[in-house]
């Protein structure tokens, strides 16, 4: 009986997981770069590349950005991307301070700290701000994939939708997984 017991237990705790999700790969240039797994019934948007030969001189061509949101009319909004540019955790930390303006208004960092996220040094950031005129939650995540690329991975949304969708978003920061060759 006890047998019986934990193999149908170890499948409702593990089965459940296993179909709980979706793996989406980064990659650019038919290079990988990392993983990570989204609820089944978020909406994923894969972006494009763009072609570095119609970047004016100068001027760096824009990463491609991954997004993802729920399919349940919440806003936020989650990207993922590698700024092939950047090479440190320092330097990707200088990028995204140029980027505020786009992405927050008034950013109130309250919290950060550097961590291990699966195998690879990283930093995170969570703090509210604006968009658009509404109060927002964000949290940035930094991960060194290897000596030459960084990663990086943003939520931004309102302090309800934060709420309601934490478990998911806790879940897919935790599960980027770089992809060694």
Known sequence: MLKPTIVLMSFLLFGTALHAGVAVTYSVGHKPYFTLQ???SWRVNVGMETDASKVPAGELAPPRVITMMPDDDSILWFGAWVPVYVHSLDAAQEY?????EYLVDN???L????LDLNTMPARYFIGKGGREGKPVDYFVMLF???????GVAIYIGRPDTTNAHLEELRGMMK?????RE
């Open 38 to 40: 989204i609820p089944d």
């Open 96 to 100: 995204l301070s140029s980027l505020d």
């Open 144 to 150: 060194e994939l290897s000596k030459e690329n960084i």
């Open 175 to 179: 599960s980027i997984t770089p992809i």
């Open 107 to 109: 950013p109130v960092l």
């Open 111 to 114: 919290r950060t700290n550097e």
